[in-house]
């Protein structure tokens, strides 16, 4: 007997001489091979999941597999509803699911049916369980019906190395592989939380996202990381995919992210990748990474290519502590890095196109935060300031990389109020062409329109400009306004309204100003100062 899916019985139906089977396989060399099974999940058994010879519940197959020969099934299926409903925060009481019993069986009379199926007992748990509500079946409809069941592999069987350390692995994690996804919150200040932290991205580095970063970037001050795992059956057969790089999970990571760096073409490539290297804790590809990475950067002229390298160096020396990361070598890369960005950048920004000027502009805000980040040398931080300043008064920079860094030295202190004011009303200027004026517009206040609720030379500058365009034109720039303001929320975007307008703060409903407040406060103070002064000395 032979037990196949049904796609392949139309093969097994054909007949076909043994000699024709002998003709193909001769002169193949002889080579020994281990045979081994892969574990299916019970979602893969769902016909709604593209099986094609799947059921349409898997859970409950297997439960009346199970439960064949009792006499209780359809009481025991209720009472797995309502464990889950528990498990969930849900109260469900006992009285409940005995009127959920006689409801179900009173369906299968009025359906003329022997007992209660599925159907059924789905109706009567809606009616009885979740009170009606159908979208609340929902909730558990997958966990009951597809299960989150993955298959074993019985001891004896011969297993690929890779699958073998997995086990093992997940066994000193603690980590059950499981076909529902769950949450795992990982605490990277404790070993079990940075090794199962670490595990499940040189998973990712082998092409097996067992777990998915769901927080990326929001929680690495917190040492905290959010996966989301599930398990696919699939997930086996790329690690026996990864044997040609090494036996264990670590050696075969390595030996991928080498290849991978080995054939990246771009530095920011590289440095992702020596960033997942040192994430993932791996040692040699990290080695490399970074000689690959110094080697690059020293051939490296393209600006933007070297801008987009910058954010994940400086997150790696930032958030480094957290993974007990050495990055002293990494530091002076990041360094040199910043430095020839902020000297590429004035020739970067000359004479772009609409698209190209937006990439550099988005490279340069990422860059600029990732510096802010890493508090470089002084020295360093005035070669990137220098180099947005060059940007600022080339004369062929583009209108819209200007105004980006135009904000971001009025936003380090390098450009003051004044002089920011004076520089928006001479790009501003009627005499300026209005497509390089909105370009700058765009470019100084595209995430920095909170700005004009409090500045009002700027706010004045802007205005002036808005007023000096001609209908057409303002027609024109409505959706580019519409842009820059769209970070405002209705709050920010109606103090400003007041602003513009010149009206005062509206005190709330019910208040009304007192004429001597000012001298009454400083009454107050003067006999409050003391005692809080006491107070906080003998505190």
């Known amino acids: 007997a032979i037990v196949c899916g049904a796609f392949h019985v139309p093969a097994l139906q054909a007949t076909r001489p043994l000699k024709e089977d002998q003709a193909l396989l001769k002169g193949l060399a002889r080579r020994k091979s281990m045979m081994t099974w892969a574990p299916w999940t019970g979602p893969r058994l769902a016909l709604g999941f593209g099986y094609g010879a799947g059921v349409v519940a898997p859970g409950w197959c297997k439960h009346l597999w199970q439960t064949r020969g009792q006499g209780d099934a359809s009481v025991l299926w209720l009472a797995k509803i309502a464990a889950v409903l528990r498990a969930k925060g849900h109260l469900v009481s006992t009285a409940s699911l005995i009127e959920a019993e006689r409801l179900a069986r009173t369906l299968a009379v ?41 298959g074993e592999i019985p001891p004896d069987t011969p297993l690929a190395p890779l699958i073998e350390d997995l086990q093992r692995n997940q066994k000193a994690a603690r980590l059950k592989p499981e076909a529902l996804e769950r949450e795992l919150s990982v605490d990277l200040r404790s ?24 927080d990326s970037g929001r929680s690495r001050g917190t040492f905290r ?16 995919e990864n044997l040609v790089y090494g036996p264990t999970i670590e050696k075969a990571a390595n030996g991928r992210l080498i290849q991978m760096i080995g054939a990246a073409t771009s530095l920011d490539a590289m440095a992702a990748l020596v960033q997942g290297a040192i994430t993932a804790n791996l040692s040699e590809a990290s080695i490399a990474g970074l000689a690959a990475l110094e080697e690059r950067a020293a ?6 290519e070297i801008l987009t390298s910058v954010p994940p160096l400086a997150d790696i020396i930032r958030y480094g502590e957290a993974r007990k990361t050495e990055t002293a070598r990494l530091s002076g890369l ?60 080339g004369s062929r920079s583009t209108a819209l990389v200007a105004g980006c860094a135009a904000h971001l030295l009025y936003e380090a202190g390098h450009l003051s109020a004044d002089a920011a004011t004076g520089l928006i009303a001479r790009r501003l200027s009627p005499g300026t062409p209005v497509t390089e004026a909105a370009g700058f517009f765009e470019g100084f206040f595209s995430t ?48 400003l309204i007041e602003a513009v307008l010149g009206r005062a703060a509206r005190l709330p409903a019910g ?8 001298e009454a406060w400083r009454r107050h103070l003067e006999r409050l100062g003391p005692l809080l002064m006491s107070e906080a000395g003998n505190g």
């Open 191 to 214: 070993d079990s939380g940075l090794f199962r932290s670490t595990l499940l991205h040189r998973l990712s580095v082998l092409g097996v996202h067992w777990g998915k970063l769901t």
């Open 225 to 240: 990381e959010r996966w989301m795992l599930s398990w696919e059956p699939e997930y086996a057969v790329r690690l026996v």
């Open 334 to 393: 990041l360094e040199r890095l910043i430095v020839e960005g902020g000297i590429a950048l004035a020739y970067a920004a000359r004479d772009l196109d609409a698209q190209a000027s937006t990439t550099l502009v988005g490279a340069m805000r990422k860059a600029d935060e990732a510096i802010s980040l890493v508090e470089p040398e002084q020295d360093v931080l005035d070669a990137w300031r220098n180099g947005l300043a060059a940007v600022l008064d």
């Open 299 to 304: 051939r490296s002229s393209e600006c933007l």
């Open 511 to 518: 208040l009304t100003p007192t004429p001597d407040g000012g």
């Open 110 to 150: 009025i359906r003329e049916r022997p007992k209660p199926g599925f159907e059924e007992l789905r109706d009567a748990a809606i009616a009885a369980l979740f009170n009606g509500e159908a979208l609340l079946w929902a909730l558990v409809e997958a966990e009951l019906l597809l299960g989150a069941d993955v």
């Open 448 to 495: 920095a329109g909170q700005r004009l609720i409090y500045d009002e030379g700027l706010r004045g500058a802007v205005d002036a400009w808005l007023a000096s365009l001609d209908e057409d034109a303002f027609i024109a720039h409505l959706p580019l306004l519409r842009r820059v303001f769209s970070h405002l929320d209705s709050m920010e975007r109606r103090r």
